[in-house]
């Protein structure tokens, strides 16, 4: 599993190589098709899951059984691991495209914690800067009108969908609900800021895909909110 990967972010990378071959030999690496859940809000962690390829939204339900999205996650990224251990999911995942997601379990994951210290560094410090992200982008959206919010939205969604070659041109692949779930408004108030942004040649509309032209002109319109880029 770990030495197929051509992923060079994927966090078990700092495991040893002896560490990388027990993973191999104890993980597994299913693709999940899109829209497919990886995990349930509410059901038992069994282990972390890895992100070898593909687009994934976690998800938290309110008392209405009303879905939110609190993260987004890419090729890179660790899911589950707010719980780690006999507990159950806050929140759930599901994949935003085709993805190959590799799973470790509890024990294994714990033993690599103990025996890998870089590894177990780089996790810690994986989560610490997700939970500063995610507390930044809460402070921001409880500031901003519809436009920010819409605005900051697509600019944290363009990251995860942003590839290495792209410097200010992304094209996103969320429609409205999704879009709405992540900045916590509705899609009639995403249609509307959408529109504006496309008269104003800032971004393309073509069926399901936002196509977004100027990245550096976007950033520019919520430059009073220059801490919230960092996300």
Known sequence: MCILCQNPKCLINHCTPEWQQKIIGSGRMPVYPKGQNIFMEGSLVMGAYFVLKGKVKIISSNLNGKAQTVRLAKEGHILGHTAI???????????????????????????????????????MQFYSKELRKSEIRTKCFAMM????????????IADTYMKEVEANFVTINLNRQ??????????EQV????????KDRLIDLKER???????????ELISQYCFALEC
Not at 98 to 113: G, K, P, R, Y
Not at 209 to 219: M, N, R, W
Request: with cysteine; proline share 4%.
């Open 145 to 156: 009108n519809n436009e920010e919010k819409v605005i900051l939205g697509l600019l944290y």
């Open 85 to 123: 251990g006999p507990e159950k999911y806050c929140v759930g995942a599901v994949t935003l495209e085709d993805s190959e997601i590799c799973f470790v379990d509890n024990q294994t994951l714990q033993e690599a914690f103990l025996e890998n210290p870089k590894f177990t560094f780089e996790v």
């Open 178 to 187: 999704e879009i709405a779930q992540i900045i916590g408004t509705n899609p």
């Open 209 to 219: 895909a936002i196509i977004v032209k100027d990245i550096t002109a976007l950033k």
């Open 191 to 198: 249609s509307r800021v959408l529109t504006s942004l496309k």
